[in-house]
């Protein structure tokens, strides 16, 4: 009796450990799915790699259930960046791997194929079809659909024929008039769609990373805004499509506009796939499988797009590089622009990275043999992107947020035909509710967070959990009947705005009145008519969009950032300022841009009226330096949260001591446990505890040496640890 063999699979748990099963399979392949009994229940399970036993007892080791695939669903080089990612974030195998996979495949369901039924009329004649004109109206109208396609009709095809057409087919088909036959779509045609002449600094990066496209390189357009970005991304693609490769593009959830859509559609045709979280699971399934199969050739999509498989992947484009939305902080921790850099390196593919403003680890890393760096300085049309202009608040009186001198300029600038973008990253009507009498404030009871009032639907709302309230009538302590609001929300600004200019619309856009992208199109229809108009709005607003009408940038709220605990506030504010002020200015006349700010004499607000973002970069790299932040040190950050605080701070005590005790630790800081800036989120409470060294491989030591006994600390229910590589903020 042959001896049973065995394989290693991993789960989507948040255990960090693979599994072993006895697997009667004659030709087991790593990457493909199986059903997997495990705690009284049946999983889904990837498999890794056959094997043995090990120290297991063979007698305690089930079988599979069953094999969910014909053929792996996880290919080898995404299995081997799935172990890359997981051992570098210190994630789960398990979650990392069922991470790659779109959300359709992550549970037991098969395959689906892409194959569309046709249906095809089968020798009707001319008198049958004469028959059914007088008895069977709808049936002959289908016939005479059928009849006038040789390919045959889908059923998208026949519902447009007759929206009920299920019952006709039937009849038609009971009586062999009407076969259907099932077919895989072919691949998608590439249109190469006209094209305009690149410019002079066009012309040259493309000559540069032309050179290098064989090879693994990364390549930063260090643009500003307007200068033609876009334009360069898809010259490479369509010279990637060429060479018969594909392509991964992926840009910001905002930035996947229809603006994008249709130019890379009136250049490459349908070859193309979209993924983002606006599309169902089934959706974005059949992108990835398109893609995989090599049915279109570029993969257009946000974060998780970067997961997408096939066979010829020749190029990544990431675009607006520096964008938060590329991290991902909750599930898998891990950074999609980072992750595509490793992906292309083992590829050895170049990968392009874009942004107006980059990231300051970005400008940092160019120093590398493998980064190039191009700088494109001038934009297509007539003028450069407008300076910024400080409007000094420290006198002024405000009404919804903007001072007199704003309002002259909007008046000024709607006037002469051009629209007006007022940008306030703060949603809602008010974000203060207080009782003057007593001092009571509207707090949320989950949080350590105001509530913010939200006038159109009459109640308190908190922006971190969700809670809601009904705004009180008097004061729940000292029962006073006076509650006033204080502050500005873009609730408050888009109706002081369109009181103040009943003869021009307002457009807010921001997270509470855009549900899906086919909202935010329809609010920006009217900007791509030119006619003047006010747009209001949050970082959604902030960038990804090509508006030529858009003649003045107005930013609220700045003032913010300059007084915010984290070390990354001036790259921020850095980054958004000079992306709103590029909005302006983009078509045949100048634009401008101001921001109103209270501190005009702070170093910061000087700066970011006088110089450009490079030589702000460049400072703060120094700065950065000086204290020994990132990128001049790597950052690993324990999280703990927990029904009490105290039981948060003792679980990372119990880290600490665990680190403390680790070989090299003496090449590392350790800083913590202390209670997270916002101690208190959505009931819990929030605690953290800081691992930092200039020495990477240092860190790594300590980390290998120190993560098994971490991962066995006792797991309950009341305190959940979490830990993120390169954490952002701390």
Known sequence: MPSPRYASFALALPVYQVFTYALDDERPQAGTRYRLPFAGRVRTGLLLEPGDAGDI??????????????????????????????????????????QCLPGYLRGARPQRSLAVIRYRLAGVGADELEALARRAPKQWEICRALAASDAGLTAAELKRVNPNWHPAVRALEARALVTRDTAAPPPAVLVAGEQPSPSPEQASILQAIGARRESFGVHLLDGITGSGKTEIYLRLIGDALAA????????????LTRQLIERVGERFGEAFALSHSALTELQRYRAWERFRRGEVGIMLGTRSSLFAQCERLGLI?????????????DGIRYHARDVAIKRAQMLDIPVVLGSATPALETLHNCERATWFRYRLDERPTAFPPPPIQLVDLRQARLEFGLCAQSFGRIEHHLGCGGQVLVYLNRRGYAPVVMCHECGWQALCDQCDARLTLHQSVQALLCHHCGHSRALPAACPDCGHAEIRHHGVGTEQLERGLAQRYPDFPVLRIDRDVIASREMLESRLERLRSGAPCLLVGTQMIAKGHDYPAITLAVVLGADQALFSASY???????????????????????????????????????????????????????????????????????????????AALARLGQVAEILRGARGIEATSLVGPIPALMT???????????????????????????????????????????????????
């Open 317 to 329: 484009i990431i675009d607006e590089e520096h964008d938060g939305s590329y991290r991902q902080d």
């Open 244 to 255: 018969g490769r594909q392509v991964i593009y992926l840009v910001p959830e905002i930035g």
């Open 568 to 646: 990354r506030a001036g790259e921020r504010l850095a980054q958004t300022l000079f992306q709103v002020a590029g909005r302006s200015g983009r078509g045949d006349r100048a634009g401008e841009a101001l921001v109103q700010t209270r501190f005009p004499e702070h170093p910061l607000m000087r700066e970011l009226a006088s110089e450009d973002y490079r030589a702000i970069a460049a400072r703060l790299l120094d700065e950065r330096r000086a204290f020994g932040l990132p990128p001049f040190s790597r950052v690993v950050l324990f999280r703990a949260d927990a029904v009490e605080l105290d």
């Open 680 to 730: 208190r989120r959505v009931g819990r409470y929030r605690a953290q505890l800081c691992l930092m060294s200039a020495d990477f491989r240092a860190l790594r030591s300590v980390l290998r040496a120190t993560l098994a006994a971490i991962t066995e600390l006792p797991s309950s229910s009341r305190v959940n640890v979490t830990i993120d590589v390169d954490a952002l903020d701390f």
């Open 57 to 98: 007892d063979p007698a305690r080791i089930k079988p599979v259930d069953s094999r969910l695939d014909d053929a792996p669903v996880v290919d080898a080089h995404m299995l081997a960046l799935a172990r890359w990612l997981a051992d570098y974030y210190l994630q789960p195998l398990g979650e990392v791997l069922f």
